[in-house]
């Protein structure tokens, strides 16, 4: 790491972190008493308190109830949010938990909280404190997934989610500078043992991270290589937007159906094709979104079926209905699913 790497962060510095949301009305600041979201949170009310107008803040905690420290670790977090003069909310996650794909789900609800907390606040946006190792450790994970040019993009500085932006203020900044800033002001945290639990997927590769650095690919050339990836993403959004209007996707007779002129679509290339067919699914079905392999295997039957001409073919996938018939692709929602007794 660089020797800036590990130097607190200054007031001038926050400023421009946290400048492009200082018109929002009101923001909900993710904190889960770790060092990356009590940074934030502290980094935050240090940037409003310089405004002379600017946005409220509410600091939000989610006790998710897997571990029992998790609810002194709130009333930690809620105690300096009152030191800095914010309101504080804890979200509990109610009801029973999975018995796998625990973080996953814990993530889903920690995020649905969240929005919901935004919306009865009249906040647009929740800040939360992925750091620049974060987006390194999400890029690794999705590429020992298999995940396309769009999941390795990895995480957007700003996204829409839930009816709310998701915003990531620090996704440029390292997790030492965030640490060495809290030591240089005094600010104690929480450590979650979780992060160092080897049981799940993001803490194994966090242990990998020294040795991959020492082979290049540490946290900042990753962060470089997923930026370089999502700039490509955002030029293939344009050009499937572009194909889009080519192919004139929008069945003039049926407002809620889609098609393609097969011999047309045929034509682009393949990761177009992949995109618009994925586009189409995911605005007409309603189990979506299409996951990438099966979208992946439909377009590679209807490659397949094209050439034929006169082929015919009828495929379901994420609640829509794909199918070939006269020289024309079609995709409409799928029949609801019979429930079965019971």
């Known amino acids: 790491m660089a020797d800036d790497d590990y130097s607190a962060i200054t007031a001038s510095q926050a400023k421009l972190l946290f400048a492009d949301w200082k018109t ?18 502290w980094l935050a009310a240090r940037w409003r308190r310089a405004l002379t107008r600017g946005p409220r803040l509410i600091a939000a905690t989610v006790d998710h109830g897997l571990r029992p420290e998790a609810a002194r670790e709130a009333r930690e977090v809620k105690k300096l949010a009152k030191n800095l003069d914010l309101p504080h909310r804890t979200l509990r996650w109610q009801g029973a938990k999975p018995n796998t794909g625990v973080p996953a789900a814990a993530r889903a609800a920690r995020y649905r909280l969240l929005a919901q907390t935004a919306k009865a606040s009249g906040a647009t946006h929740i800040l939360t404190a992925h750091t620049r190792d974060d987006q390194a ?10 995940s396309g040019i769009a999941g390795l993009a990895a995480m957007a500085r700003q996204s829409e989610r839930d009816g709310v932006w998701l915003a990531r203020p620090l996704l440029d900044v390292p997790k030492s500078q965030l640490v060495a800033t ?17 049981n ?3 803490p194994r590769l966090r242990a990998l991270m020294p040795a991959l650095a020492e082979e290049g690919g540490d946290a900042r050339n990753l962060v470089r290589l997923a930026s370089r990836l999502a700039r490509a993403n955002a030029a293939l959004d344009v050009l499937v937007d572009g194909a889009e209007r080519y192919l004139a996707l929008r069945d003039r007779n049926d407002a809620a159906r889609f098609g393609f002129d097969a011999s047309a679509f045929a034509g682009l290339p393949e990761e177009i094709r992949l995109r618009l067919l994925m586009r189409a699914i995911d605005r007409i079905g309603h189990e979506g979104p299409a996951e990438l392999g099966k979208a992946e295997a439909l377009l590679a039957v209807l490659d397949a079926a094209v050439p034929e001409g006169e082929g015919k073919l009828k495929q379901t996938l994420a609640g829509a209905v794909i199918s070939l018939i006269r020289g024309r692709i079609h995709v409409e929602p799928a029949p ?3 429930r079965g007794p019971g």
């Open 137 to 146: 450790e999400t890029l690794l994970m999705r590429m020992l997934r298999g």
């Open 336 to 338: 609801p699913r019979r």
């Open 24 to 41: 929002a009305p009101a923001i909900v600041l993710a904190v889960s008493g770790g060092p990356d979201s009590i940074a934030l949170m």
């Open 182 to 198: 809290l030591n240089k002001a005094r600010i104690v945290f929480a450590d979650d043992p979780t992060n160092h639990d080897t």
């Open 200 to 202: 799940y997927t993001r």
